[in-house]
Nanobody, 124 residues
Framework: VQLQASGGGLVQAGDSLRLSCAASGRTFSRSTLGWFRQAPGKEREFVAATRYSGVTYYSDSVKGRFTISTDNVRNTVYLQMNVLKPEDTAVYYC???????????????????WGQGTQVTVSS
């Protein structure tokens, strides 16, 4: 199983970016798909997740600015990031919790598969 994240880059505050994460090797139609991020010197933190039921979750810091979505077969997960702020600067990781009923979406340990990360840098 491979998760390939892309779409990161260097942008200015207020700009938008769309991250993508494509899965290969198996299907994740009934899995929870998530995004985490890790800034230098900090722990990896939850950003957003979507259950196969369609329920979505967001951290308070991104709620209203970021949107998580998937393609029809849930093999690609997206993170639309609007009104970016310098504090959004981090390496962003996609992740999959392969359990059908899902675990705690906010916990790193709930996810079985991880992408390689894509750097997002927001300048002020």
């Amino acid at each position: 199983v491979q998760l390939q994240a892309s779409g990161g880059g260097l942008v200015q505050a207020g700009d938008s970016l769309r991250l993508s994460c494509a899965a290969s090797g198996r299907t994740f139609s009934r899995s929870t798909l998530g995004w985490f991020r890790q800034a230098p010197g900090k722990e990896r933190e939850f950003v957003a997740a979507t259950r196969y039921s369609g329920v979505t979750y967001y951290s308070d810091s991104v709620k209203g600015r970021f949107t998580i979505s998937t393609d029809n077969v849930r093999n690609t997960v997206y993170l639309q990031m609007n009104v970016l702020k310098p504090e959004d600067t981090a390496v962003y990781y996609c992740a999959v919790d392969s359990q059908v009923y899902g675990r705690d979406v906010y916990r790193v340990a709930s996810y079985d598969y991880w992408g390689q990360g894509t750097q997002v840098t927001v300048s002020s």
